[in-house]
């Protein structure tokens, strides 16, 4: 069975502080992981995936397999990177687009 | 930019009546999802469908529940016979190409008395 686990529920940083946001998942197969953020108010969006590997709003990912890891960093937090980040899995085979999700994390980025 | 749009945004509800969420999921995709979040818990997975047919559903979607495309636009949940415990967060979600890049509605809040 696919899982993903977010153990941080609660994350507070101070502006220009590094942040990182862990994520661990559970996959039989060859995973392919997604962060997924809820700023206040908005609906949930996709924020980066590791198959493009490229930095969103400063956020950069690395799929670690060894580890079974995806976690979320980004050198310098900003006030408004203040959100809820979910963590989320592919199911593979006829599974298209249904995802796993992580309990959430919620970043406070204080002035 | 096209968004997927869900109503009613909050739905008051008394245990056992049936309750429709719609939503209008974006012109050109192809695949649609229902999620729910129960409060404090993790986003799950509902439903899955595409090509007017269910392509995978989880244990929670019982037959108390059902999904539609009854125009071509719209993509309505029911849920038949409402518990206290299907109140939650339901969101429903719709991508071109099924590759994990969804697109979220705002979601409707479902309140079972």
């Known amino acids: 069975a696919q899982r993903v686990t977010q153990p941080e529920k609660l994350l507070s940083v101070f502006k220009g502080a590094p942040v990182e946001l862990k994520c661990n998942y559970s996959?039989?197969?060859?995973?392919?992981l997604f962060w997924y953020v809820q700023y206040s108010r908005q609906r949930l969006q996709l924020l980066l995936r590791?198959?493009s590997r490229e930095s969103i709003k400063g956020f950069t990912a690395d799929l670690n397999k060894g580890e079974t890891s995806f976690h979320l960093k980004k050198p310098f937090a900003q006030e408004e990177d203040s959100a809820m980040y979910y963590c989320a899995l592919l199911g593979g085979g006829t599974s298209y687009g249904k995802l796993t999700f992580g309990q959430g994390t919620i970043l406070t980025v204080h002035p | 930019e096209p968004e997927v749009t869900q109503t009613p945004s909050h739905q008051v509800t008394q245990m056992g009546q049936e309750v429709i969420l719609r939503c209008v999921p974006i012109?050109?995709?192809?695949?649609f999802y229902w999620y729910r979040q129960i409060l404090g818990q993790k986003v799950e997975f509902l439903v899955s469908f595409y090509n007017n047919e269910i392509s995978e559903k989880s244990e929670i979607f019982d037959d108390q529940f059902s999904v539609e495309r009854p125009d071509g636009s719209n993509f309505t949940l029911k849920i038949r016979s409402t518990k206290l415990e299907d109140s939650a967060m339901y969101f429903c979600?719709?991508?071109?190409?099924?590759?994990?890049?969804?697109?979220f509605g705002e979601g409707s809040r479902l309140t079972v008395l």
């Open positions: 996959y039989s197969g060859s995973p392919e």
């Open positions: 979600a719709s991508t071109l190409s099924g590759t994990g890049e969804l697109f």
């Open positions: 012109s050109n995709h192809l695949y």
């Open positions: 590791h198959i």
